[in-house]
């Protein structure tokens, strides 16, 4: 109890930050939705003076304006952001709550005491996902009054949920990939360069990826384990990719506990 | 001398496994463009009639997929924001690193003037970052001879490629002059971390929506954006100057700061 309660303490501080950066990017993203409303305005005025067979032409039938532009199609367009900067506050706890005691030195004070390291191992755990939960809850309060600020309207509350849920998903996939990566990799001089690469590069990878038309690469990618319009058309995720991003968060968390356990920790490195 | 071999030495590993995953990066990404290529002009003249944030909030506003140029300058838009990571990480950690190994008083104890270490490791940086490039350089060239490129293509790929190395040498430049300016040097990586991904969101957002248009001057990526690079072709000198001004201020605070610091140990 008294690790998490330290872990805690010593997390609030980040915690908050990274809340105030999310409070920023929604904002700046959140505000662009009027500019987009009266664009798709503009747009149905276009197309209701088209002749339905100048439509057809230039194949533009199967556009229904009034579905495909609404609010949670805007939403789910700029969340791959939100996900980012989630992703790299998860990657970034993950790969610290650990190493940090290797970098500080205060590996052997730690271990020495009277606690199990299993104990120990889901304390640091335990206090990473409060600070997410937190982090998620206050996300989900912001982009609920961005929305009703911005006069978003009425929207499915369900879609909504769902899709804003992928956030905290994605945050619990790279939180445990951080925790693998810092019990691999033997000592981390700087997790910050190791997160944002391993973040961006999937990152990227996804997004290039679908835009090439690559599927496989939705397994790959974190990023992409949720199609937002599949979710907006069907209100459901797509199980077998969200499958294969449950067996990855399992598989780094059970492997980083048995890595966590069994090292052999050298009292001065 | 040794300092630098030393330096060179301790960062060419990741030098190398930077190198070569930017280059199995380019060759995945080049490997799709046939298929664009292939996608009628009917397609793009009716995304141009498209209102502006629509488009943007898609994804589908900027470059043409549809040609070398344009499909290779969204491939390479985010080649820069990777290597900028790159840089910014390796300028403040060749300061860095000797407090976080607890190697600070072994190699400031010995008779060589702080400002000499410094420039050694300076230098390395320089290399590295130089080496990247010109790996860069001759990936996209040969990725990109198989589709038969225009002079104006190979011009064009030349701006983006001194537009990479100008965004390495600033996060460089900046990454040096936080790890300096701060006590405790570690922090300088998370505050390079932060202002890499900061860019990127300004870059972004300000394709938005022309109210937001005014983000664009600070984020240096939007500086060497690859439509206006490609609409002008040249480098637009406002952001030349700008990146210039910055490698000074960055390179002038880190021999000033770094010279007085007071190195943890």
């Known amino acids: ?269 | 001398m040794n300092v630098f071999l030393k330096e060179l030495k301790t960062r060419r590993k990741s030098l190398i496994i930077w190198s070569v995953v930017m280059i199995i990066y380019l060759y995945l990404s080049m490997l799709k463009f046939e298929t664009f290529s292939a996608t009628p002009a009917v397609v793009s003249e009716l995304l141009r009639n498209f209102p502006s944030t629509l488009k943007a909030v898609f994804g589908m506003g900027g470059l043409d997929l549809t040609t070398l140029s344009g499909y290779f300058g969204v491939v390479f838009a985010y080649t820069a924001l990777l290597v900028a990571v790159f840089a910014g990480m390796l300028g403040s950690r060749v300061l860095s690193d000797e407090e976080s190994d607890k190697t600070s008083e072994f190699l400031y104890a010995k008779p060589i003037p702080r400002s000499k270490i410094l420039t050694a490791k300076l230098s390395v940086v320089l290399i590295d970052i130089v080496i990247l490039c010109a790996v860069l350089f001759a990936g996209s060239l040969a990725l990109v001879s198989k589709f038969s490129p225009t002079s104006q293509d190979i011009h064009f790929i030349i701006l983006l490629n001194t537009a990479a190395l100008i965004i390495m040498l600033v996060f460089a430049a900046l990454g040096a002059a936080a790890s300096s300016l701060l006590r405790r040097a570690v922090t300088g990586g998370k505050i390079i971390a932060m202002l890499v991904f900061a860019c990127f969101v300004l870059d972004s957002a300000s394709k938005l929506t022309p109210d937001l248009d005014w983000m664009k001057y600070f984020s240096i990526f939007s500086w060497f954006d690859a439509q206006r690079i490609l609409t002008a072709m040249n480098l637009n000198m406002y952001a030349l100057i700008a990146s210039s001004a910055l490698v000074v201020i960055g390179i002038v605070v880190t021999y000033v700061f770094y010279s007085k610091k007071d190195l943890t140990t």
């Open chain 1, 1 to 269: 109890m008294n690790v998490f309660r330290f872990e805690l303490r010593s997390l609030s501080r980040s915690t908050f930050l990274w809340i105030l950066v999310l409070l920023l990017l929604t904002s700046i993203y959140m505000s662009v939705y009027p500019a987009f409303a009266s664009d798709v305005d503009t747009l149905k005025n276009l197309y209701s003076h088209l002749p339905a067979a100048a439509r057809a032409a230039m194949g533009l039938s199967h556009i229904d304006t009034n579905t495909q532009f609404s609010f949670l199609n805007f939403y789910g367009n700029i969340f791959p952001f939100f996900m980012l900067a989630g992703s790299i506050q998860a990657m970034l706890l993950g790969v610290g709550i650990l190493s940090r005691e290797v970098r500080s030195k205060t590996t052997d004070f730690l271990l020495s005491k009277p606690i199990r390291r299993r104990t120990i191992f889901l304390s640091k755990y335990a206090a990473a996902l409060t600070s997410l939960v937190v982090t998620g809850i206050a996300f989900v309060a912001m982009t609920f009054i961005g929305a009703k600020i911005t006069g978003a309207g009425s929207f499915s509350m369900t879609t909504y949920l769902l899709i804003t849920a992928v956030f905290s998903i994605v945050q619990l996939v790279f939180l445990s990939l951080g925790l693998l990566v810092s019990q691999l990799i033997k000592k981390i001089k700087s997790p910050a360069s190791i997160s944002l690469a391993v973040t961006l590069g999937l990152f990227i990878t996804g997004t290039l990826g679908i835009a090439l038309g690559e599927d496989k690469v939705r397994y790959l990618s974190p990023f992409k384990y949720v199609d937002f319009l599949y979710v907006i058309d069907h209100k459901a995720y797509e199980w077998q990719y969200l499958v294969a991003g449950i067996s990855l968060f399992i598989t780094c968390i059970v492997m980083s506990y048995l890595l966590y356990i069994r090292r052999d920790r050298r009292a001065v490195d």
